[in-house]
């Protein structure tokens, strides 16, 4: 190929979207032993998204055997 030369992407099918979302969950075991006190604490945090899947690859790898 000419290093001048443009390739354009192939398109294969449609674009899609895909919805998902991403938690995390945080745990906080805290202590004060000046005063005799303890506990835990807990958040969790939950965000969706969408993403655009423009191009898909596939990697075939043979079962162990």
């Given at each position: 190929m000419h290093p001048t030369?443009?390739?354009r992407p192939t398109r294969?099918?449609?674009?899609?979207?895909y919805k998902g979302s991403?938690?995390?969950t945080w745990t906080v075991e805290w202590?004060?032993?000046?005063?005799?006190d303890s506990g835990t604490l807990t958040e969790t945090r939950r965000t969706?998204?969408?993403v655009r899947v423009v191009e898909v690859q596939v990697?075939?790898?043979?079962?162990e055997q």
């Amino acid at each position: 190929m000419h290093p001048t030369a443009r390739r354009r992407p192939t398109r294969v099918g449609p674009v899609q979207r895909y919805k998902g979302s991403a938690t995390s969950t945080w745990t906080v075991e805290w202590e004060a032993p000046a005063l005799g006190d303890s506990g835990t604490l807990t958040e969790t945090r939950r965000t969706p998204f969408t993403v655009r899947v423009v191009e898909v690859q596939v990697l075939n790898v043979p079962d162990e055997q």
